[in-house]
T-cell receptor, first 116, second 113 residues
Framework: AQKVTQAQTEISVVEKEDVTLDCVYETRDTTYYLFWYKQPPSGELVFLIRRNSFDEQNEISGRYSWNFQKSTSSFNFTITASQVVDSAVYFCALSEIYRGAQKLVFGQGTRLTINP | NAGVTQTPKFRILKIGQSMTLQCTQDMNHNYMYWYRQDPGMGLKLIYYSVGAGITDKGEVPNGYNVSRSTTEDFPLRLELAAPSQTSVYFC????????????FGSGTQLSVL
């Protein structure tokens, strides 16, 4: 079965530091998709990025960047020059086919606290 | 654009009571999902639907039932509520492509006392 591991339960840094959130996944599928979602204190889930298994190019979006390495089954997320507003729980997720339909398998999340 | 709408936002139930969590989406999405999020944990799939009239169990379906009579609506029913069902419930939907992202509702915080 597919599995997503976010080994860092909580991370706390001072504002303006760079921080990397780790995500390691397991799958037997040759085609799959990886996602990152942000859950701020208000509770909603905010989509950040989607990456398919054939595209190993790193992606940068402002202060956010993602490093996908198929060889190590990792999809890490880095925030550069962190800000207090980045404080949230971040979830990594892997798509899988379950009983003929696609669903997302989520990691347990990493709670990120950015201190002023 | 409403997206995915869940009601209620908060609810307290007594053990043994029943209730229905409502979920509706206005994006004409075929796929709809119910997840639960326990404190400090990730999301676990309860039930999902690939279209009107079609539903199937996810990882943690016990104690729940769903129906999908229309494309828009996907209610989740709790029968005989138990303390173990205290959780935050999220409804989600997505379009038909295999790489489509999920759109989530804002969640329902349920406590069973």
């Amino acid at each position: 079965a597919q599995k997503v591991t976010q080994a860092q339960t909580e991370i706390s840094v001072v504002e303006k530091e760079d921080v990397t959130l780790d995500c390691v996944y397991e799958t037997r599928d040759t085609t799959y998709y990886l996602f990152w979602y942000k859950q701020p204190p208000s509770g909603e889930l905010v989509f950040l990025i989607r990456r398919n298994s054939f595209d190993e190019q790193n992606e940068i979006s402002g202060r956010y960047s993602w490093n996908f390495q198929k060889s190590t089954s990792s999809f890490n997320f880095t925030i550069t020059a962190s800000q207090v507003v980045d404080s949230a729980v971040y979830f990594c997720a892997l798509s899988e086919i379950y009983r003929g339909a696609q669903k997302l398998v989520f990691g347990q999340g990493t709670r990120l606290t950015i201190n002023p | 654009n409403a997206g995915v709408t869940q009601t209620p936002k908060f609810r307290i139930l007594k053990i043994g009571q029943s209730m229905t969590l409502q979920c509706t989406q206005d994006m004409n999405h075929n796929y709809m999902y119910w997840y639960r999020q326990d404190p400090g944990m990730g999301l676990k799939l309860i039930y999902y639907s690939v279209g009107a009239g079609i539903t199937d169990k996810g990882e943690v379906p016990n104690g729940y039932n769903v129906s999908r009579s229309t494309t828009e609506d996907f209610p989740l029913r709790l029968e005989l509520a138990a303390p173990s069902q205290t959780s935050v419930y999220f409804c989600a939907s997505r379009g038909g492509g295999s790489n489509e992202k999920l759109f989530f509702g804002s969640g329902t915080q349920l406590s069973v006392l």
